[in-house]
């Protein structure tokens, strides 16, 4: 993302962030509430609107000369936010393999059963969501986001509505998971322990604007501004 600068009114959500995420890397985006994370993810999905700035995916500027905007479901990127609802009518496997529409029946369901057998929940795969538990249903959520291959994923506050216990255990699955994916991976929170526990890089943002984009272990030890320093100094 280049140059990105959002406007709701008069109030400058997004403001000149400029930042990149390589592939099989974790990126965090980590600021306090209302500092812009969730738009700035959003402006990535195509879920609002470019005003300005550039955004590329692979390489590919997702505004066309013509000014049109490849729309969400032609960027190649998997969704997943803290309340991305199964979709209850269909059962487990059915979630899953929701986005594989391009692959045959069998194909679709073999792959389907992989992400679910990866994370633990194959027995569960003829299940419908309600008789999930919480943590259950974010797994199921995280593969149906993994299914396609995306190159890029885009996860906002995934683990926020888990209890702590779980919490843990989610994040270690779905970092393992990622990883052996190989997507980039851009990921909001507020929480800058599950930052330095998740993230390659982190992106520490205030007031819309990115005041750092570091690794854990230098925005701890250098950081480069007061606020950056109080942020983490918190932790302890
Ligand atoms: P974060 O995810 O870091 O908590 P957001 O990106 O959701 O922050 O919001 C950034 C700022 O933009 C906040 O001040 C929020 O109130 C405002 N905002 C977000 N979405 C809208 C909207 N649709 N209309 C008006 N203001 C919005
Ligand atoms: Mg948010």
Redesign the pocket.
Known sequence: MEGICHD??N?R?VDRVTLDVQPGEVVCLL?P???????LLRIAASLEELQQGRVFINGEDMRSASGRLVPPEQRNVGLMFQDSALFPHLSVLDNVSFGLGRLAGAERRKRALELLETLGMAAYADRYPHMLSGGQQQRVALARALAPGPGLMLLDEPFSALDARLRDRIRDDTLHLLKKAGAGTLL?THDPEEAMFMADRIALMKDGRVLQMDRPVDLYCRPKDPFVATFFGEVN
């Open positions: 709701f009114g109030l959500a600021g509430s209302g500092c812009g994370k969730s738009t909001v």
